[in-house]
């Protein structure tokens, strides 16, 4: 009975933790469309050829806004890392010191961490049929793929509407990317025990490319 109930406030603290990430996510959205409306991004000049104070722009807004947005983008990175840690932990609870599972339902992610309660060990790997055929390469810090959650090492069970099915060639991966600017596209990783479903936006950004990652396909 004590480990059941030290199983359930582990899982109550990542619930508040993907609370808390959700609401991150709100505010980083929010001072997005801060910029978007000034037509603007992140790293371009707020000042003319004179140096003096753009005039097309609220300046003050503009950088209010993107300093907000590297805060809570640090924010949400660390909040995703002890959201991942604390699946860990009930992933290794669940099975016990004998591999036999507790009763309680564990929790794994979708959308960029809700958490679904499954009855076995089998949903907590996404089923024992997924097959991963990528693998996520570098990560670029502040990419598109940064912010989704995406980490260098994840292996790729869905990107879309593709799996290890129907995957071919890498072609459908840049398909995909390059008719999905602005909108979220879900991405199924295995990350050690865990599996997470992602959303990531491909859209451009201060750097080349539409994500700001390297996908490889397995070997």
């Known amino acids: 009975m004590v480990g059941q109930n030290m199983d359930w406030q582990k ?9 808390e990430k959700d609401r991150i996510e709100i505010a980083i959205r929010e001072q997005t469309s801060i910029l978007e409306s000034n037509n603007i991004g992140m790293h371009e000049p707020l000042v003319d050829a004179e140096d003096y104070p753009r005039n097309d722009i609220d300046v003050y807004k503009v950088r209010h806004a993107r300093h907000q947005i590297i805060t809570l983008q640090n924010t949400h990175k660390a909040i995703m890392k ?37 009855s076995n060990g089998d949903s907590w790997n996404g089923g024992t049929h ?20 995406l980490c260098e090492h994840d292996e790729i069970l869905q990107f879309g509407s593709v799996n290890h ?25 295995k990350r050690g025990h865990n599996v ?17 990652c390297q996908i490889n396909r397995k070997t």
């Open 82 to 118: 002890q959201i991942e840690k604390g699946l860990a932990e009930l992933h290794s609870d669940f099975l016990g010191s004998n591999g036999e599972g507790h009763s309680m339902n564990t929790p794994t992610t979708s959308g960029n961490g809700y958490m679904n309660g499954h």
């Open 130 to 149: 997924e097959q991963c055929f990528a693998t996520v390469g570098f990560v670029t810090p502040g990419s598109p793929a940064d912010f989704a959650g």
């Open 165 to 189: 099915d129907n995957f071919r060639d890498m072609t459908q991966i840049m398909e995909i990317v390059s008719h999905s600017v602005g909108q979220t596209v879900t991405v199924k990783v």
């Open 196 to 212: 997470l479903n992602l959303n990531v936006m491909p859209r451009p950004w201060q750097q080349p490319g539409l994500l700001g």
């Open 11 to 19: 899982r109550d603290a990542v619930l508040k933790l993907i609370e």
